[in-house]
C-alpha cells in the first residue's frame, strides 16, 4: 500500500537561500509514517500504553534530487517494503504536487523497541499482518 500525505512548504522549512532546508525532508517523511500507522487504526501513544512499545528511526538512506520551495504543495509517500520481526523498512518520496517532479527520495527503517528500556522488541503481530509483503 502506497500511502500519499500532502505536506505545504511554511516558510519556517525553508533555508537563507528560499528552499527547503535539508533536515526537514526528514519531518515531512516522519508526519507520513505517522499518518500512515494512523490511517491503519495505531496511534503511537496508544501503542505505549497498552503495548509498551515505541518506535525508533534505526537507519535512512536519503537522496535530493530537486529543491522545494515556499509554499509549494508536496505529496509525501510512505509505503513498508520490507517488514521483519522487530522492523519495518519504509521506502518514501516526496513529490512537488503540481508537476509530479521527485524531490526527495529514501529508505527509513523503524525499529520496534519497549517503551520502558529501549531494548528491541517484536511489531504486534497485528501491524506485521496488516502491513506484510508479498
Not at 501513544?45 to 525508533?56: G, H, P, Q, R, Y
Amino acid at each position: 500500500m502506497n500511502f500519499i500525505w500532502p505536506v505545504r512548504v511554511y516558510y519556517e522549512d525553508t533555508d537563507s537561500g528560499g528552499v527547503v532546508y535539508y533536515a526537514n525532508y526528514l519531518k515531512f517523511m516522519e508526519r507520513a509514517r505517522t499518518e500512515y500507522l494512523r490511517h491503519l487504526g495505531y496511534e503511537q501513544d496508544t501503542l505505549i500504553k497498552n503495548e509498551n512499545m515505541v518506535f525508533a528511526v534505526r537507519a535512512i538512506n536519503l537522496d535530493y534530487h530537486k529543491p522545494a520551495r515556499f509554499n509549494e504543495q508536496l505529496e509525501v509517500s510512505a509505503r513498508v517494503i520490507e517488514c521483519k520481526k522487530a522492523s519495518m523498512l519504509f521506502e518514501q518520496m516526496i513529490t512537488r504536487k503540481e508537476d509530479g517532479q521527485l524531490l526527495c527520495s529514501g529508505k527509513v527503517r523503524i525499529a520496534s523497541l519497549k517503551a520502558d528500556s529501549f531494548k528491541p522488541c517484536p511489531l504486534p503481530k497485528t501491524i506485521r499482518e496488516i502491513v506484510s509483503v508479498d
